[in-house]
């Protein structure tokens, strides 16, 4: 289990901002650190040199250790930390200081000009050693040495120090981190608000948009989009459930009004049968309800699978304005277009397109025009089917694939065909689309064209 | 010819029993699966009513049982579902016919005949009833001596009625058969075209040969 913080972003941007800043500082306090150490380490070689060049200088001047030994002597008074030692070939010539170190140091084998860092007796040291001839003609050797002490515990100090204002510098970015994350964070703590606000009886509301930081736009205008199709789902559910009582609960209350009032009293064998026979049209109709509300809940689902087969268009549409043009005694009908071939199942393409032509033929007028055309548009069959009659209003247009969406309320059938008829559609992998105006409507359906027609 | 029903529905077997009967047909009812494949094997039946869910044994299960003896009678399977899977895994095991609950009694019964129809009779070339007479190859008809113009389909219609003298045709039958439509819609085409027909084989003659059964479809006889 992954602490509380884990997925706080406050958090983890306050940390990562520490992180950065200790990195850069500590960085920087290396180079620093090593900058100030060869400094130096230079200013030391650069003594250590001017040394051992007093004492080559001294060394061939004077004619005897004595006097060499007694001129460094005079040269060196006052220098603390130095240690200077020449070695002739028969022994010591010089130690400064006398006693101590000196001899420790002069013992140091393999040391040459480039100066050497030596810890003694837990005292550091920077050594040099050289060689020179004297006035007397002796070889000698001179070991030059300093205490860096001073200088080290200077670095030291510099060290202590700086590690120090890292580690406050650090939890200063940590705190300023979290101010900084938790302002940056507010609009998405509003945002949060305002999405909390919103319940199934209030989707009308939206996040407001125009305070929202650039980063966050794309979110919440998502955001508020989805709250736009959730609201218009829901209020097309609650139309819906509430169209679906109202379709249910007619036939049934005619039902029960009418064998109720027929069982009051004693009734002759002819209303009886009337009786029964209305029944059975009651019945009939939720029966047909419930088999079209079945069919679109398994189409809603996904659960309507159309059995393919190679459906031909221009013969399925023959074959319905044979069956129904019978209704259309005062019409005149015209099947169109190409001899065009889809996969699908034929029963559900007759559905489909029959209820579009049913419809077609039920609102045009004695004398009017119903036109079915078969035609092809980028690699889709499109069958469209228009009429001559009153226009429908660009409102119910919109609506008109709904369920339970009426043009003209009271009428026959129970407002579902259109719905049936998109659900097919749209399970066959094709779409429907209305228009209306003036000279005709038309409904447009696209299918698939059979890929095997359209290879040739 | 005897028919079984095996259904657990208490109302829709009682009235199944009662409507063949009705019907003309001997009908005999059990309740559950086991008592349905005893009966199916040993009985002599001409016809079995298959409800699918029953208790027990299920529709299918009887079924197979059956064929698996050699029992070659046919099945009409009734069911709540219509599922395109389960019509299919139905007609796989051999069974002939398929209803979805809710249907009409008069579906059924045609459905019935049909199946106890099939590869008997062989189809006869002239129908007639009273002064109506059908010649099918030809394709004319005529009443009372005088010749009645009808368009291929009305042919059909007229000669479907006759072939099924006194029996109800549901609206949904006749769609199927005449017009090979085979859903329910709720337009009046049918009854539209049976007012067609009926302009002219009966509006200018007696006796009147079509008659409609409100809720139920429509039977041709001499009533």
Not at chain 2, 114 to 124: A, C, D, F, Q, V
Request: net charge negative; aromatic share 6%; hydrophobic share 45%.
């Amino acid at each position: 289990m992954l602490p509380p913080w884990h997925n706080s972003i406050t958090v983890r941007l306050s940390l990562a901002f520490a992180l950065l800043a200790t990195l850069v500082f500590a960085a920087l306090g290396v180079y620093l650190g090593g900058s100030a150490d060869a400094h130096m380490t230079e200013l030391d070689a650069h003594e250590l040199h001017g040394k051992l060049t007093l004492v080559r200088h001294v060394g061939t001047q004077e004619t005897t250790p004595q006097s060499m030994g007694q001129r460094l002597g005079d040269a060196l008074v006052g220098e603390h930390g130095l240690i200077v030692a020449v070695d002739g070939d028969s022994g010591s010539i010089f130690r400064w200081p006398a006693d101590g170190l000196a001899g420790e140091l002069a013992a140091i084998p393999n040391i040459g000009e480039t100066p050497v860092r030596l810890n003694i007796n837990g005292r550091d040291f920077r050594i040099v050693a050289g060689t020179l001839t004297t006035a007397w003609g002796q070889t000698a050797r001179i070991v030059v040495a300093r205490d860096i002490r001073h200088h080290t515990a200077f670095l030291d100090q510099l060290q202590r120090d700086f590690w120090l204002a890292l580690l406050a510098a650090a939890l200063l970015t940590v705190a300023v981190g979290i101010l900084i994350a938790r302002r940056g964070m507010a609009p998405v703590r509003d945002i949060a608000h305002a999405a909390g606000r919103i319940s199934a009886g209030q989707l009308s509301e939206r996040i407001p948009e125009n305070d929202v930081p650039l980063e966050l736009a794309e979110l919440v205008t998502a955001f508020n989009a989805m709250l736009g199709r959730l609201e218009e789902s829901f209020n097309r559910l609650s139309d819906f459930s509430g169209n679906l009582a109202h379709e249910l609960r007619t036939p049934l209350h005619t039902l029960r009004m009418q064998t109720e009032v027929s069982l009051g009293k004693l009734r002759s064998v002819d209303e009886y049968r009337d009786l029964l026979a209305s029944n059975l049209e009651e019945y009939e109709r939720l029966s047909r309800i419930i088999a079209d509300m079945l069919f679109l809940a398994k189409a809603d689902n996904g659960l309507v699978m159309p059995q393919k087969e190679s459906v031909e268009l221009r013969e399925l549409c023959r074959h319905l304005l044979e069956y129904y043009g019978i209704l259309a005694e005062h019409l005149s009908l015209k099947l169109d277009g190409e001899n065009l071939s889809v996969q699908g199942d034929r029963l559900m393409l007759q559905r489909a397109i029959g209820n579009l032509l049913v419809n077609a033929i039920g609102h045009t007028p004695p004398n009017g025009r119903v036109t079915l055309v078969i035609g092809q548009q980028d690699g889709m069959a499109v069958v469209s089917i228009s009429n001559t009659g009153a226009p429908i209003p660009a409102d119910a247009l919109l609506r008109i694939f709904d369920r339970f969406v009426r043009l003209d309320p009271g009428g026959e059938g129970s407002g579902l065909g259109l719905a049936i008829t998109r659900s097919i559609v749209l399970a066959h992998g094709g779409n429907i689309a209305a228009s209306s105006s003036e000279r005709a409507t038309v409904f447009t359906i696209r299918l698939p064209l059979n890929p095997a027609t359209v290879a040739v | 010819m005897k028919i079984l029903i095996v259904e657990d529905e208490p109302k829709t077997g009682d009235y199944l029993k009662q409507g063949l009967g009705e019907a003309g047909f001997t009908a005999d009812l059990v309740r559950n699966g086991l008592d349905g494949m005893h009966e199916g094997l040993a009985g002599d039946y001409d016809l079995l009513i298959l409800d699918v869910n029953l208790p027990g044994l299920d529709g299918w299960q009887v079924l197979k049982a059956l064929r698996a003896a050699g029992r070659d009678l046919p099945v009409l399977f009734l069911t709540a579902r219509d599922q395109v899977e389960d019509r299919v895994k139905g007609l796989d095991l051999g069974a002939d016919d398929y209803l979805v609950k809710p249907f009409a009694f008069s579906e059924l019964l045609a459905r019935v005949r049909t199946l106890l129809r099939r590869g008997r009779s062989k189809e006869t070339e002239n129908l007639s009833l009273a002064d109506l007479e059908l010649d099918v190859l030809k394709r004319r008809a005529h009443r009372a001596g005088r010749r009645i113009d009808l368009t291929a389909k009305e042919f059909s219609l007229l000669e479907l009625f006759l072939r099924r003298q006194g029996e109800v045709l549901s609206r949904s039958f006749i769609a199927s058969q005449v017009w090979d439509m085979n859903f329910d819609s709720d337009t009046n085409v049918v009854e539209v075209a049976i007012r067609r027909l009926r302009a002219k084989v009966d509006d200018e003659f007696t006796p009147k040969l079509i008659h409609t059964l409100r809720g139920m479809g429509y039977v041709m006889e001499i009533r």
